[in-house]
């Protein structure tokens, strides 16, 4: 556990999960101090003050804002031995480099989570999540460590050179999925269902259910089965009906046949590749 206060810098929905996940010891600063209300949480008024006080202080700021919010920091007296981390999935230790170079130690510690604005609700799912931490030193990670355990969730270390990678393949997975269930129920609702969530929604929590515990095995369709007459089909469809989610469902359909070439599953080439590249 950690011991001491712990300083938040920012005011976003990560920025209130935090402070709140750490409870009353936690001081918050950020630019638009009207959003701080989260219930037990003191207001600085001020980064210096942040510094002064506390041995620990997370920057939870937009990935653009993160170089100036360290530039203005850089500027200000830390206690000793204080950690200062940010929350940025892609970046890891080194955008906190003129900190070190003051003595302060540094990491990332990415919550691997979604935030959608209810403090309360995402602290009860940061409590098991997984955070990937990238600490610059052996002391900042055993420190991050604590930190992540002090939220109750899960610490799994990330290379400083494979940030950016861990961080494509978690918005693949996450961001995507969305933009795919967005797609189905705009083609559902062209093709007459009023409140094609309900209907789809079933199917898709068992499709990544399924996948998360066999992953590409999981898989099952026309696609698997190799039916091009019933793809050929989808596309016409959609071409006709709902246009603009058939580049999406083109895109997707390419990166099945090449696993299924990949994993031995089709022939490769695939003869449904040709299908699929059709433009007429």
Not at 116 to 127: C, D, K, S
Not at 165 to 174: K, Q
Not at 183 to 195: D, Q, W
Not at 202 to 225: C, Q, Y
Request: charged share 20%; hydrophobic share 45%.
């Amino acid at each position: 556990m950690i011991a001491g206060q712990v300083g938040i810098v920012g005011t976003g929905r990560v920025a209130r999960a935090l402070a709140l996940g750490f409870g009353g010891r936690s001081m918050m600063w950020g630019r638009t101090p009207g959003r701080l209300q989260a219930e037990g949480v003191s207001v600085a008024r001020s980064l210096e003050e942040i510094a002064a006080q506390c041995d620990v202080i997370g920057i939870a700021v937009s990935d653009d804002a993160l170089p100036q919010v360290v530039d203005v920091l850089a500027g200000v007296r830390f206690r000793q031995g204080a950690l200062v981390f940010h929350v940025s999935g892609g970046s890891g230790a080194a955008v906190l480099e003129p900190l070190r170079l003051l003595g302060v130690r540094t990491a990332a510690i990415h919550p691997v989570m979604t935030f959608t604005g209810n403090p309360e609700l995402e602290v009860q799912r940061m409590a098991g999540a997984c955070f990937a931490i990238t600490g610059s030193d052996g002391e900042a990670t055993r420190q991050s460590r604590r930190v992540v355990e002090a939220l109750g969730g899960v610490a799994m270390e990330i290379a400083e050179d494979r940030r950016t990678l861990y961080h494509a393949a978690l918005s693949h997975a996450a961001n995507h999925l969305v933009t795919l269930f967005a797609g189905a129920t705009r083609a559902l609702h062209a093709a007459g269902v009023e409140h094609p969530e309900t209907l789809v929604a079933p199917l898709v929590r068992a499709s990544l259910e399924n996948s998360i515990a066999k992953g590409f095995d999981a898989l099952s369709g026309p696609l698997l089965r190799g039916d091009a007459n019933m793809i050929r089909g989808h596309l016409a469809a959609l071409a006709d009906d709902c246009p603009e989610v058939l580049p999406a469902y083109r895109a997707l359909a390419r990166a099945t046949i090449d696993e299924l070439e990949r994993c031995g599953k089709a022939a490769a080439p695939s003869p449904l590749r040709a299908v699929v590249e059709d433009q007429r």
